[in-house]
DNA sequence: GCATCTTCCGCACGATCGTTCGGCTCGTCA
DNA sequence: TGACGAGCCGAACGATCGTGCGGAAGATGC
């Protein structure tokens, strides 16, 4: 790895975290070559544009995701241990790095401002929503889950517990988010449960 | 009315309109009076600060979704027709003017951000959990919910499943979004009948 | 009908935004 | 050793941010 990846790389590590708690808008180069050490001039010369800078932490944190949350489920054995493994990860990536999700803010940011990002937004969506629905459909090939229960239901609906987890730890810093997130998931997986 | 008064009514209301879509950190006092067709500093008046008037947007849109929402299922028959009421008028407002909700917005832009702003979402939050949950209390006195539910509990994932609709219908554009919701609202209800 | 007070404007401020450009300092290879 | 390209910097750009000031209009009270 050359100089130039390098430092992109310690950029982007760097901007990932800002992004996580001021969102992906709020994330300014300024601040960003502040944070890292740098010229404004410098760093910028890494990505060619703000909105290209954007797209690489977008890109960096969905490689991010899927080390720490997608792969370990994956490797969990079938059906509903794999769901909550995934549900595991999930919440121990937020809890252990003392921040927000940039996904679940840049959703709400760009969800009404058309362009590559929000394009990407939904691209990334769209990929965890099948990754659930499939992780479900294994479920119910292994006979956990009932055959008439809807996949892509079953995503949807444990990604809203997810946004409530979100809401209950980051704003309100409730101190039983996570207890209260486990409720709604094991109720989900009661329904879904043969 | 006064003249005064009147034209901060005016304002607030493209203010509200502006932060359901882009934001309440968004919203710019140059966009805003261009919208208004004002000037900067002749808007700016009426307000002392920008985040004076972020909070007054906030004051206004929590009185709009009292009088939208809240009400309408207060009116409404106790028990389970209550909290379908309260959805129903909670999606209904968010159809017909197409635009997010400026609390989901700001509640992901300030969760990071101490200051009178957070602790107003903070608060209203509570509030409406609140209200949920009584909606909820009233409801199992009434027999038609099991006493040994946690209303609280009740509250935290009916704000969930909201939350996932504002995703669904915001960002992925959705058009099963409402039948979605409904279908969670439904297993949500399922699970706490008597 | 005049004095006063509110409402609103034009203008300007310092700061910061994303972005460009020219040049300096290196390590690399001929 | 000398040419070269990559990496980074300082300075500056036009635009926009939130915010003040002084003064016109217009409404209001006597």
Redesign the interface.
């Known amino acids: 790895m050359g100089k130039g990846e390098l430092t992109r790389q310690t950029v982007l590590a760097a901007a990932a975290a800002i992004a996580d708690?001021?969102?992906l808008?709020?994330l300014t180069i300024g601040t960003l070559a502040n944070q890292v050490e740098m010229s404004k001039s410098g760093l910028f010369g890494h990505f060619r544009s703000k909105e290209a800078l954007q797209l690489a932490v977008l890109a960096y944190a969905r490689e991010s995701f899927v080390d720490a949350v997608i792969r370990p489920a994956i490797a969990a054995p079938r059906g509903e241990r794999r769901v909550r493994t995934l549900v595991d990860r999930w919440l121990a990536v937020c809890l252990e790095r003392q921040?927000?999700c940039v996904f679940?803010?840049a959703?709400?940011?760009?969800?009404?401002?058309p362009g590559p990002i929000?394009d990407q937004?939904?691209r990334d969506?769209?990929d965890l929503m099948e990754s659930i629905a499939q992780m479900f459909r294994t479920g119910i090939s292994e006979g956990e889950f009932r055959p008439d229960a809807d996949p892509e239901?079953f995503a949807?609906?444990l990604?809203?517990?997810m946004?409530?987890?979100?809401?209950?730890h980051?704003?309100?810093r409730d101190p039983d988010a996570v207890g209260?997130t486990w409720?709604?998931v094991d109720?989900l997986l009661a329904?879904a449960r043969i």
Request: hydrophobic share 35%; net charge positive.
């Open positions: 708690r001021i969102g808008s709020g921040a927000g679940v803010s959703d709400t940011e760009f969800d009404d401002q929000r937004l939904v969506h769209r239901q949807h609906d990604y809203g517990v946004l409530g987890f979100f809401h209950a980051r704003l309100m209260r409720r709604a109720a329904n």
